[in-house]
C-alpha cells in the first residue's frame, strides 16, 4: 500500500458511501436551481406585467431570457468544463446564479431584469450538465445511476418550489422577494462545492495523480484504487481535447446519440405540460382558476414522485428498459388527451387529468433522469464536458424552439391533432432508443470509452 492510500485510509474514509451522496446532494443543489429559476418566472411575470407596464412583446423577451442564456451559456462553457474541471464550473454557476438572482430582485427597470434573467441563465445552462458529469465522475459504477438522478429529482424539486414560492409571495405582490429567494440556493451551493475535491477522473487526466488517487480512496473507501486509476490513465486519451476532436470518428457517433436524445426528451412536449399545464387544463374544461392552480401543482408533485420511484430502478432495471417503458407510457397518454379533446365534453375533463398524470409520471421514471445520465456517461474523458455541452445546447434550443411553437400549433393544429403529433414523436423516440442507445448500467465509465476507441457500435458500448 502507498502513502497516500494509507494517508486517505488514516484519514477517515469509513463511510465512503456517505461521502459520494453528501457529494451528489451538494452538486445536485444545481439541479434545484435550474428548476427553481426555469419555475419562478410563471408566477412572477403575472405582477412584473403591471409594474413596467410590459407590451407582449417585453413579456415575451422576458420569460424566454432564460432559455436564451441557457443556449448559450451550455455551448460557450464547454471547453472551460473540461479545462478548469468541474468543480470550479460548478462554482462559477454558484456565483452568476447569486449574483442573477440579486439582479432580478432589485431591477429598477426592465433592461436590468432581462439581464439578470440572461445570467441566471446562463447559470442553468453550464449547471445543467456540469453537476451531472461531476455526480457521475465521482460515484461507483453500481450507483452512479441513482446519485446522478438525485440532480433530476432535485430538478423536479425546484420547479415545484418555485410553484410553492411563488403562491407564498403572491398575496403580497413580492416578484423580488420570488428571484431573491433563488440566491439562497445557490451561496449554500458555492460553499459545499468549495468544501469539496474535484473530479478523481479530471485530475488525473491532468496529470494530477497523486491528488486523484486521493480523492478516489476517499470516495471508495479502504480498497484498493490502483487498477481503477490505471484503467482510467489507460483508456483516457491525454490531451486538451480540441473542439475538433468532437468531430473525429471515435466521438461523433456517441455526439450523434447524446444530441439526440436532447431532441428527443424535448420535442416529445414535457415542457409545454411544465409551462402551460393551467392552458392546457382551461381547454379540457376547467375554467376556474383555482382549479388550474391545484392542477398545475399536482403536476409537479407527480413529477417529483415518479422520479423518486426511479431512483432505485435505474440501477437495477437499467436505462434502456426505463427510457423505452417512459416513452410508450407518454405515447399512449398522449394520444389518449388528443382522443379526449375529440369527444369532448365533461369525459374530455376527466381524461386529460388522468392522461396528464401517467405523461408526467412516465417521462419523470426514464425520459427525464436518464438524458443527463448518459449524457454524463457516454462521451470520452478528454472531451467529456464539451461533448456534455453540445448535448445540453441541443437540449436548451429544441426547449425554445418547443415552447415558442407550442400555442401557435394548438391554433394551427387545434388540440387534437397536436398532441396526436407529439404522440408521434414518442413513437420515433422508442424506435431511435431501440436502433442507438447503449445499456451502461454498472458498467465502469472506462469500459465504454475502451469499447468506442474499438469503433464497437453505439448500442453494443460497454456490453463486455
Ligand atoms: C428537462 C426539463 C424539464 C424537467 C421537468 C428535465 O429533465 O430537461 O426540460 O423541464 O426535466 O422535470
Not at 469539496?196 to 484504487?225: A, C, F, M, Y
Amino acid at each position: 500500500m502507498d502513502s497516500i492510500t494509507q494517508t486517505a485510509e488514516a484519514s477517515g474514509a469509513k463511510q465512503p458511501r456517505r461521502f459520494v451522496k453528501i457529494v451528489a446532494g451538494t452538486a445536485a443543489l444545481a439541479g434545484l436551481l435550474f428548476g427553481f429559476d426555469t419555475g419562478v418566472i410563471s408566477g412572477a411575470i403575472l405582477f412584473i406585467k403591471g409594474a413596467f407596464g410590459l407590451s407582449p412583446f417585453a413579456e415575451e423577451v422576458l420569460v424566454s431570457a432564460a432559455l436564451v442564456g441557457a443556449v448559450c451559456g451550455s455551448i460557450l462553457s464547454g471547453r472551460f468544463t473540461d479545462l478548469l474541471g468541474r468543480k470550479r464550473a460548478i462554482l462559477i454557476t454558484a456565483v452568476i446564479f447569486t449574483v442573477g438572482s440579486i439582479l432580478c430582485a432589485v431591477a429598477g427597470n426592465i433592461e436590468v431584469l432581462i439581464l439578470g434573467r440572461l445570467a441566471v441563465g446562463v447559470a442553468i445552462g453550464v449547471a445543467s450538465y456540469t453537476a451531472p458529469l461531476y455526480i457521475g465522475e465521482m460515484a461507483p459504477p453500481k450507483l452512479r445511476g441513482a446519485l446522478v438522478t438525485l440532480n433530476q429529482l432535485a430538478i423536479t424539486s425546484g420547479i415545484l418550489l418555485a410553484y410553492v414560492v411563488d403562491a407564498a409571495f403572491a398575496p403580497s405582490d413580492g416578484w423580488r422577494l420570488m428571484f431573491a429567494f433563488g440566491a439562497l440556493p445557490a451561496i449554500v451551493l458555492g460553499i459545499g462545492i468549495a468544501a469539496l475535491p474535484e473530479s478523481p477522473r479530471w485530475l488525473l487526466l491532468h496529470q494530477r495523480k497523486d491528488e486523484g488517487i486521493k480523492v478516489l480512496t476517499r470516495i471508495r473507501g479502504s480498497q484498493n484504487v490502483m487498477p481503477e486509476v490505471n484503467d482510467i490513465l489507460e483508456h483516457a486519451e491525454p490531451g486538451s481535447g480540441k473542439l475538433a476532436d468532437l468531430f473525429s470518428p471515435i466521438v461523433l457517433p456517441v455526439l450523434f446519440c447524446g444530441v439526440a436524445l436532447a431532441v428527443i426528451q424535448q420535442i416529445t412536449g414535457i415542457n409545454t405540460v411544465i409551462y402551460y399545464a393551467p392552458t392546457i387544463f382551461q381547454a379540457a374544461g376547467f375554467r376556474s382558476a383555482e382549479s388550474s392552480i391545484i392542477a398545475t401543482a399536482g403536476v409537479g408533485l407527480v413529477n417529483v414522485l415518479m422520479t423518486v420511484v426511479s431512483i432505485p430502478l435505474i440501477d437495477r432495471v437499467g436505462r434502456r428498459p426505463l427510457l423505452l417503458i417512459s416513452l410508450t407510457g407518454m405515447g399512449v397518454s398522449l394520444a389518449a388527451l388528443g382522443l379526449g379533446f375529440a369527444i369532448g365534453g365533461e369525459t374530455s375533463k376527466w381524461i386529460g387529468v388522468l392522461s396528464l398524470a401517467v405523461y408526467i409520471g412516465s417521462f419523470a421514471i426514464g425520459l427525464g433522469p436518464v438524458f443527463w445520465l448518459l449524457i454524463s456517461e457516454i462521451f470520452p474523458l478528454n472531451v467529456r464536458g464539451q461533448a456534455a455541452s453540445v448535448a445540453t445546447m441541443a437540449n436548451w434550443l429544441s426547449n425554445f424552439v418547443v415552447s415558442l411553437t407550442f400555442l401557435s400549433l394548438l391554433n394551427a393544429l387545434g388540440s387534437v391533432r397536436t398532441f396526436i403529433l407529439y404522440a408521434v414523436l414518442c413513437a420515433v423516440g422508442i424506435w431511435f432508443c431501440l436502433r442507438f442507445v447503449p445499456e451502461t448500467k454498472g458498467v465502469p465509465l472506462e469500459w465504454i470509452e475502451r469499447d468506442l476507441r474499438a469503433r464497437r457500435p453505439l448500442r453494443k458500448l460497454g456490453a463486455g
